[in-house]
């Protein structure tokens, strides 16, 4: 009968613009996304990144997610953005990730059911923790191994990995509609989201982000 000890931590992903940045601080987001993936319809360069970085509220992450990205692309977006947090979605190692000298996030694909022997296919929690010792956790997300995220799909919430003791974020099509139901679910330690806030790719929504904010309260105020 008890409601949650702590409160889920909420990540909107894949700003453009800074006004977007400064409503969603406002409305309570722990933590802002920057897209720095090639293939991504909200990529944004790291000039444009730095300047929304400065519309951040105090407290809140900056975050800036990269798939496969090469070193220098990522030490150049370190060096000009200042995150406090990097997200990896692709085949990063843990040595490249952590070479850095910034807190990561491995991104983990669980979008497909990958043939054994394939990175995708180490998915078991003692995997991913021996895989990525030095993650500060993970963000569990409904694309296939080697494609892009943020495709507003979710994933089957009863394959994620038993015995996880990293801190994971639930990612993959959440919306105002179901975020409710995939807290009391699954219990993450956060929820990210991008499709499910947006107008269009990139351009944030303020009553969606808002709404988005207001269901992970209940959740959290939910009493079994
Ligand atoms: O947002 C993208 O374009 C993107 C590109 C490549 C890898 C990851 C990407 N986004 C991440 O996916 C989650 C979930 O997105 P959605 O809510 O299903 O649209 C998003 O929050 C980003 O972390």
Redesign the pocket.
């Known amino acids: 009968m008890k409601a949650r000890m702590f409160r889920t931590r909420i990540?909107?992903?894949?700003f453009t613009r800074p006004g977007d940045v400064r409503l969603a601080c406002e409305l309570g987001a722990d933590a802002i996304?920057f897209?720095f993936?090639e293939?991504?319809?909200?990529?944004v360069e790291a000039e444009e990144a730095r300047a929304m970085r400065q519309a951040l509220a105090p407290l809140v992450d900056a975050v800036a997610?990269f798939?496969d990205n090469p070193a220098e692309q990522v030490r150049d977006v370190v060096r000009q953005v200042r995150p406090s947090l990097l997200?990896f979605?692709g085949d990063e190692t843990d040595a490249f990730c952590r070479s850095f000298g910034v807190p990561y996030l491995k991104?983990v694909a669980m979008g497909d059911a990958p043939a054994p022997g394939t990175p995708g296919a180490e998915r078991g929690a003692i995997a991913l923790h021996a895989r990525y010792p030095s993650a500060s956790g993970f963000?569990l997300?409904?694309?296939g191994a080697g494609s892009?995220?943020?495709?507003?799909?979710?994933f089957d919430w009863s394959r994620i990995p038993v015995g996880l003791h990293k801190p994971y974020l639930l990612?993959?099509?959440?919306t105002t509609e179901n975020v409710f139901d995939a807290i009391l679910a699954t219990r993450p330690w956060g929820v990210?989201?991008?499709?499910?806030i947006?107008a269009e790719?990139g351009l944030k929504d303020g009553h969606l982000m808002r709404r988005f904010v207001e269901e992970v309260r209940r959740a959290d105020c939910h009493t079994d």
């Open positions: 990540k909107f992903c894949g996304g897209v993936a293939s991504s319809k909200r990529r997610l798939m997200q979605h991104a963000l997300d409904s694309h892009s995220g943020g495709s507003g799909r979710t990612a993959g099509g959440l990210d989201v991008s499709s499910g947006e790719p």
